[in-house]
């Protein structure tokens, strides 16, 4: 079962603009992770954020979490034609950290 | 970058072959695991080990087999291969319980 939900599925935007991503997820969690995967590579951890924690901040990189609602948001600023990449949500939700991942949402970054 | 890699990096094999794909950490990190990932479905969990010897199933482990004899070495075998395995296979390791995950670059095997 899919416990993160990314949205949208795809995003087409500029350089310099800011960009979005959405997950969801259905059950109480450990901390949540974000994940970029460049074409045909290897995943890429970006940042987690804890359950107790609200938002964090990394870089370029903005990641809130409202457990409430069981949802993140990963914002990233003032993009690059290099941020082109799927970037996904994972949930760690047992004690060996093993994560659920969302399908991802594929961003583009036109020059 | 992590010290972790994969082989083969691709394998074209046919249906009922067994088949072994290899993660090699240089990290002694203690968690491992493997991701299969499938357009559609993002990465799933087939197995993860939390020390040597010790391993349980994940969300897809019908089909798959796994072992670890010493800390470095996580073996995924897949005893008679299917047309449903072809996929790209992830193996990650972790250091900690909570945190960050580090990937392989993946291995591409087609079953057919």
């Known amino acids: 079962s899919q416990q993160g939900e990314e949205d949208p599925q795809a995003l087409s935007i500029q350089e310099g603009e800011n960009a979005t991503m959405n997950c969801s997820y259905k059950?109480?969690?450990?901390?949540l992770q974000w994940y970029r995967q460049n074409s045909g590579r290897g995943l890429v951890h970006l940042i987690l954020?804890?359950?107790?924690?609200r938002e964090k901040h990394s870089g370029r990189l903005r990641v809130t979490l409202d457990t409430s609602k069981k949802s993140s948001s990963l914002l990233i600023t003032a993009s690059r034609a290099a941020d082109t990449a799927s970037y996904f949500c994972?949930?760690?939700?047992?004690?060996?950290?093993?994560?659920?991942f969302g399908k991802g949402t594929m961003l583009l970054v036109s020059p | 970058d992590a010290g972790i890699t994969q082989s083969p990096r691709h394998k074209v094999t046919e249906t009922g072959t067994p088949v072994t794909l290899r993660c090699h950490q240089t990290?002694?990190?203690?968690?491992m695991y493997w991701y299969r990932q499938d357009p559609g479905h993002g990465l799933r969990l087939i197995h993860y080990?939390?020390?040597?010897?010790?391993?349980d199933k994940g969300e897809v482990s019908d089909g798959y087999s796994v072992s670890r004899s010493k800390t470095e070495d996580f073996l995924l075998t897949l005893e008679s291969a299917t047309s449903s395995q072809t996929s790209v296979y992830f193996c990650?390791?972790?250091?900690?319980?909570?945190?960050?995950?580090?990937f392989g670059p993946g291995t591409r095997l087609t079953v057919l």
């Open positions: 990650a390791i972790s250091g900690q319980s909570g945190n960050e995950q580090f």
């Open positions: 059950t109480s969690i450990n901390n």
């Open positions: 954020i804890r359950s107790n924690e």
């Open positions: 994972a949930t760690d939700t047992s004690g060996y950290s093993t994560l659920t």
């Open positions: 990290e002694n990190h203690r968690y």
């Open positions: 080990s939390y020390g040597v010897k010790d391993t």
